[in-house]
């Protein structure tokens, strides 16, 4: 039997179940990789993936490298802000006419993500109404575009040179904008998986060597323009090796790698430690094989393939019933492993991404060996959520 089973279930003995948990040595063996592969870059913390503000305080103090988050929605950033969170570069466009007037208040400490025209136009409207001046950040698109294929995805439409200066043109009739970052997310490379795929592995490749050159000369044009970048942004977990050797970059954005969830299971070129769970009570026994746990239906977001569905992980030897899924309430189980399993047992599983099953959870315990360290809240724990 596993021993991970074992000291999880004896730390989680008198917790309440479904519960939700990091196992803490995993989770600083995930921040050390990150610090061993961060070259001489400093990595922001993408805060979609982290979801609990203690865990992000734990990140942040464990190394120097780590600076700033990316957040996911200005509401977050304003309130990150008003507990003492600095440099927050937002990760995404921005639309909301009151949250922005809250920032134009005191816009310190957040920088705002655009890529069109329209949001030029909407933040110097309210930054000269408001009297006062944002920082801006511009995403430059680097996927790859090969016949009936576009490799990588859909945000900016900043794709060639021709395209930075139309921005940069733009940009000239805001004075109250100050851009001082530019942010290029190489999902290709990032977000992809590529273990079980030749062809993946190939095209990152080609990919890779593209999109390095190109975001060197977005970079050069806009520094030739007159802008002082004291930001260079770029990557993700899935990129981190290739993204930190980059010299025109300043900066990495992780998160999926501090909890590791599965999806971060299938690359090739480096391994993770499994940090965050959850576990799920064996309330029935239909059949002589399958045990139905309370709760468990925590699916991840993007296109719906069966990979998003949650892993049961621990005890060894349980699957997900091909008809049922993982269930609104409940999840029958098939299981054909050795340990003998009865009704109260738990079973511990994985999520597909990192920090979605926050959602689902109002705090995390932190164990470490067969104890209880401590628990925190996640966000929704803290009474919010952003998105
Ligand atoms: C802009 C941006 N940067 C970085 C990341 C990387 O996050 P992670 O390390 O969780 O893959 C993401 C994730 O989607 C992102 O949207």
């Given at each position: 039997m596993s021993p991970l089973y074992s000291q999880f279930t004896e730390a989680l003995s008198s917790s309440s179940s479904p519960g939700l948990f990091i196992d803490q040595e995993a989770l600083d063996k995930n921040i050390k990789w990150v610090v061993s592969n961060a070259g001489s870059k400093k990595i922001r913390i993408a805060t979609k993936s982290i979801r609990s503000v203690e865990i992000l305080k734990y990140i942040l103090q464990s190394n120097s490298i780590f600076q700033g988050l990316m957040t996911y929605s200005l509401e977050e950033a304003l309130w990150l802000r008003s507990l003492g969170f600095k440099d927050i570069l937002m990760g995404y466009p921005t639309w909301d006419r009151n949250q922005l007037i809250d920032l134009a208040k005191n816009p310190s400490d957040i920088i705002l993500?655009?890529?069109?025209?329209?949001?030029?136009?909407?933040?110097?409207?309210?930054?000269?109404?408001?009297?006062?001046?944002?920082?801006?950040?511009?995403?430059?698109?680097?996927?790859?575009?090969?016949?009936?294929?576009?490799?990588?995805?859909?945000?900016?439409?900043?794709?060639?040179?021709?395209?930075?200066?139309?921005?940069?043109?733009?940009?000239?009739?805001?004075?109250?904008?100050?851009?001082?970052?530019?942010?290029?997310?190489?999902?290709?490379?990032?977000?992809?998986?590529?273990?079980?795929?030749?062809?993946i592995q190939a095209l990152k490749k080609l990919s890779l060597n593209q999109l390095q050159k190109r975001r060197e000369q977005f970079v050069k044009l806009i520094q030739k323009a007159g802008h002082n970048l004291a930001i260079v942004n770029g990557g993700g977990t899935g990129s981190l090796r290739h993204t930190t050797k980059e010299s025109v970059v300043t900066e990495v954005t992780v998160g999926s790698a501090f909890y590791a969830p599965v999806l971060f299971d299938h690359y090739v070129d480096f391994k993770l430690t499994p940090a965050m769970f959850f576990s799920a009570p064996i309330v029935r026994k239909p059949t002589e094989s399958i045990y139905t746990v309370l709760g468990g239906g925590y699916i991840a977001s993007g296109s719906t393939d069966l990979i998003k569905q949650p892993t049961p992980y621990l005890p060894e030897g349980l699957t997900l019933l091909k008809h049922e899924g993982a269930g609104e309430v409940q999840t029958p189980l098939k299981y054909i492993g050795k340990k003998k399993l009865s009704v109260g047992d738990l079973v511990i599983f994985r999520h597909a991404k990192a920090a979605e099953v926050c959602e689902r959870f109002n705090q995390i315990t932190l164990i470490r060996k067969n104890q209880i360290e401590n628990v925190v809240k996640t966000y929704r724990g803290e009474g919010k959520c952003f998105l």
């Open positions: 993500m655009v890529d069109r025209i329209e949001h030029l136009e909407l933040l110097e409207d309210l930054a000269q109404r408001h009297q006062c001046h944002f920082s801006i950040c511009v995403d430059i698109d680097l996927s790859m575009d090969l016949p009936g294929l576009r490799f990588g995805v859909y945000r900016s439409k900043i794709h060639t040179p021709t395209a930075v200066k139309k921005f940069l043109h733009h940009l000239r009739n805001s004075p109250h904008l100050k851009l001082v970052g530019v942010m290029g997310y190489e999902a290709q490379i990032a977000g992809v998986m590529d273990d079980s795929s030749k062809l």
